[in-house]
């Protein structure tokens, strides 16, 4: 079993940035691929991006590709999701997840664990 939760979300205006984290707790942490979902009202849960158990590869979604960068420390087993350039279209709530499935993966299903999500608001 593994909990995740994520912080770091809030209000900022469109240009600016934000980093949110997501802390895990139970299971080994290192051995799972860690996910960023989001969710805007609507709207279904969207693949943001992704970092495999050692972080050593990544892959985001087209709409957050340069702005957005994934990375991790198994040490304080705590993913971090750095959001730059943000935009009003980045509004959701942001979630995390972990998979025990080691790749890249990008569907909600792949995933075994999820946080309580935090809510991002840019506005214009």
């Known amino acids: 079993q593994v909990q995740l939760v994520e912080s770091g979300g809030g209000l900022v205006q469109a240009g600016g940035s934000l980093r949110l984290s997501c802390a895990a707790s139970?299971?080994?942490?290192?051995?799972?691929?860690m996910g960023w979902f989001r969710q805007a009202p609507g709207k279904d849960r969207e693949f943001v991006g992704v970092?495999?158990?050692?972080?050593?590869?990544?892959a985001y979604a087209d709409s957050v590709r340069g702005r957005f960068t994934i990375y991790r420390d198994n040490t304080k087993n705590t993913v971090y999701l750095q959001m730059n350039t943000l935009e009003p279209q980045d509004t959701a709530v942001y979630y995390c997840?972990?998979?025990?499935?080691?790749?890249?993966?990008?569907?909600?299903?792949?995933?075994?664990?999820w946080g309580q999500g935090t809510q991002v608001t840019v506005s214009s």
């Open positions: 997840a972990a998979g025990s499935v080691d790749g890249l993966v990008r569907r909600p299903i792949d995933y075994d664990y």
């Open positions: 970092i495999t158990w050692l972080g050593a590869r990544t």
């Open positions: 139970g299971r080994t942490f290192s051995y799972y691929a």
